[in-house]
C-alpha cells in the first residue's frame, strides 16, 4: 500500500517536472513568468494575435546601408501602414526580465504587441540593435505577427559606452542620454514611411492597459493640439517610475534665461517643484488629457508629421543653450517638447484616468 503511494507520489512528480521543463522551455521561448498564478500555469491570457492572418506574401531583403548599418526588411507587397512601432535594444540583456520571470526575449516583446489588440498588417515595426545575435533572433521573433513591414537594423559598432548596471547613475547620464537621442533619431528617420502615427516603446516594459495605443491615436486624430502623448508608467513597487515626463510648476523664474552661475539651482529647482504625473492625472478619468512639458520615452505617442517637420530627440541640454554652450536641461525625451511646443499640433500631454504602462521591477 505504502509502496504504491510511493510511486504514484513520483509519479506525479515526474509528471510535474515534465510539465515545468516544458511550460519553461517551449518552443516560442516565451519568458516563464508567475506574476499571477493563472498566468504561471498558463491558462491566463498569453496575448495572442486576435485578427486575421493576411494571405498576401511578404518579400524579404537585407541590405547595407551606406553609413554600414545593416538593415532586414519585411513587407507585404501592398503594405501601407498607419503605424510605426519602434524600439532600440543594445544586445539580449535589453529586454530584461520581469518579476519572478526568466530572461525575456523578443518573442515577449511581440506578445506585447499582440496585446494591443491593434490590427498589424496597418502596423509597422522598426528596431534597432547592435548585438548580431540579438539581429538574427528579431527577425525571427517578428516574423510571428503580420505587420505591413518591419525593418531589423544592426549597427555593430555601436555602443552606448555604458554598463547596464551603471545606467543610472547621474555621472554618465547626459552623455548616455545625448547618445540615446542620436539613436532615437536615427531609427525615427529610417524607420518613418507614410505612417501617420509613431509609437515609441521601450523593451523593457512588460505591459500595457487596455486600448491605450487606441486611445492615444484617437486623440491626435480628433484634436489638433495634440502632437505628442505618453501615458504613468509604473512597476509593482514603485508608482512612477517615469521620472522624465513631468510638467514645470509655479516657478515663473526657471520660464525666464537663467544666469550661467545659476544653473545647478535651478536645475535643482526644478526637479524640486516640477509636478509629477500622479499628481497630474489624479481624479482624471480615461478620456482626459493633461498637458505636460516633457516627457519620458517607455510609451510615446508621437504625430509622425511634427517628424517630417523636424521635431527630434535633442542630443544635448536644449533649454537655455546659446552660441557658446549648451543649456541647463532637455536633452533627448526631455527636450522633444520643447521643440515640437513651437510648432502647430505640437502639444504634449499624458492620459488621464486609468491608462498606465508596467515597467520591469529591476532597472
Ligand atoms: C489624489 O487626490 C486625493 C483627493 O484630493 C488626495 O487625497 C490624494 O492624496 C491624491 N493623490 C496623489 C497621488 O496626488
Redo the contacts with the bound molecule.
Keep these: 500500500m505504502a509502496r504504491s503511494l510511493v510511486r504514484l507520489g513520483a509519479l506525479f512528480a515526474f509528471l510535474f517536472l515534465i510539465w515545468i521543463i516544458s511550460y519553461t522551455f517551449e518552443p516560442r521561448k516565451t519568458a516563464y513568468s508567475c506574476r499571477t498564478f493563472w498566468y504561471c500555469i498558463g491558462v491566463s491570457d498569453r496575448h495572442g494575435y486576435a485578427h486575421p492572418l493576411p494571405s498576401t506574401l511578404s518579400l524579404e531583403s537585407e541590405v547595407t546601408l551606406r553609413d554600414g548599418t545593416v538593415r532586414y526588411r519585411r513587407a507585404t507587397q501592398d503594405a501601407n501602414p498607419e503605424l510605426l512601432f519602434l524600439a532600440l535594444i543594445q544586445g539580449w540583456q535589453s529586454w530584461s526580465s520581469d518579476f519572478r520571470s526568466t530572461q525575456r526575449t523578443a518573442n515577449d516583446f511581440m506578445d506585447l504587441l499582440a496585446s494591443t489588440k491593434l490590427d498589424l498588417t496597418k502596423a509597422a515595426l522598426a528596431i534597432m540593435t547592435a548585438s548580431a545575435d540579438e539581429y538574427e533572433r528579431t527577425m525571427k521573433a517578428t516574423a510571428r505577427l503580420p505587420f505591413a513591414r518591419t525593418d531589423v537594423y544592426l549597427r555593430e559598432d555601436e555602443d552606448l559606452g555604458v554598463k547596464y548596471e551603471d545606467r543610472h547613475d547621474p555621472r554618465v547620464q547626459l552623455a548616455r542620454r545625448a547618445n540615446l537621442a542620436l539613436l532615437r533619431n536615427y531609427l525615427m528617420l529610417r524607420g518613418l514611411q507614410d505612417e501617420q502615427h509613431i509609437i515609441w516603446l521601450d523593451a523593457d516594459v512588460v505591459e500595457l492597459s487596455e486600448n491605450i495605443i487606441q486611445t492615444m491615436i484617437s486623440h491626435s486624430e480628433s484634436n489638433r493640439d495634440v502632437g505628442i502623448i505618453t501615458a504613468i508608467c509604473h512597476q509593482n513597487e514603485m508608482?512612477n517610475y517615469d521620472k522624465n515626463a513631468w510638467k514645470i510648476g509655479d516657478t515663473p523664474e526657471l520660464l525666464r534665461p537663467v544666469a550661467d552661475g545659476d544653473r545647478d539651482s535651478a536645475s535643482a529647482e526644478l526637479v524640486a517643484t516640477r509636478l509629477m504625473l500622479?499628481?497630474l492625472i489624479?481624479?482624471t478619468d480615461d478620456s482626459a488629457l493633461v498637458a505636460i512639458d516633457s516627457v519620458g520615452g517607455t510609451l510615446l505617442y508621437v504625430r509622425a508629421e511634427l517628424v517630417r517637420k523636424g521635431v527630434s530627440f535633442p542630443p544635448f541640454n536644449i533649454v537655455g543653450t546659446s552660441w557658446s554652450q549648451a543649456g541647463w536641461i532637455g536633452v533627448e525625451t526631455e527636450g522633444i517638447c520643447y521643440i515640437a511646443k513651437a510648432l502647430r499640433s505640437g502639444g504634449c500631454y499624458v492620459l488621464g484616468g486609468k491608462h498606465h504602462v508596467r515597467h520591469i521591477d529591476w532597472g
Aim: avoid cysteine; charged fraction near 20%; hydrophobic fraction near 20%.
Design positions: 508608482a500622479p499628481e489624479n481624479g
